[in-house]
């Protein structure tokens, strides 16, 4: 088992920046890929960002060049750092952890709220 905390959301004018923190604790040692997924109401979830254990990441196309996700192995962390946040970015962010077994885990969510 795994479990996730995430932290850092909140409200941010359009145009500014926010950063999502989420802890891993458990079963760390089977931790593969980590990542976060949004979801904004009425809408699929959809992927906003993964990280492999060896540093290879993939960003979802409506956030290449605005976001960055990162990882910090030691301390079973993954950040996404949010830039020029759009209206449109509003959504809860869910942090998501694969296990090398194939096993996913989710965490509580944050909600990210973008508006003037």
Same mark, same amino acid.
């Given at each position: 088992?795994?479990?996730? @905390?995430? *932290?850092?959301?909140?409200l941010v004018q359009p145009g500014g920046s926010l950063r999502l923190s989420c802890v891993a604790s458990?079963? @760390?040692? *089977?931790?593969g890929a980590m990542g976060w997924y949004r979801q904004a109401p009425g809408k699929q979830r959809e992927l906003v960002a993964t990280i492999t254990s060896g540093g290879f990441t993939r960003h979802g196309d409506s956030v290449k060049g605005r976001f960055t996700i990162s990882r910090d192995g030691a301390k079973n962390t993954v950040?996404?750092?949010m830039n020029s946040l759009k209206p449109?970015?509003?959504a809860v962010y869910y942090c998501n952890v694969e296990t090398v077994y194939g096993s996913r885990y989710w965490g509580q969510g944050t909600q990210v709220t973008v508006s003037s």
């Open positions: 088992q795994v479990q996730l @905390v995430e *932290s850092g959301g909140g458990g079963s @760390v040692f *089977s931790i950040s996404l750092q449109e970015d509003a």
